[in-house]
C-alpha cells in the first residue's frame, strides 16, 4: 500500500522502520523486498 502512495526506495524503507523504532539493516530489508515485493 505504501508503495502505492509513495516512491519508495530501499533507503526509504529502512528510512520509514527506523522512524517507528525499527532498527534492521539495508541488507534486511533488500531480502524482505526481494522475497515479498
Do not use: C, K, Q, T
Request: proline share 3%; glycine share 6%; no cysteine.
Amino acid at each position: 500500500m505504501m508503495y502505492v502512495r509513495f516512491p519508495l526506495s530501499l533507503r526509504n524503507v529502512e528510512d520509514l522502520l527506523h522512524e517507528r523504532g525499527i532498527d534492521v539493516s539495508h541488507e534486511a530489508v533488500r531480502f524482505w523486498w526481494h522475497r515479498f515485493g
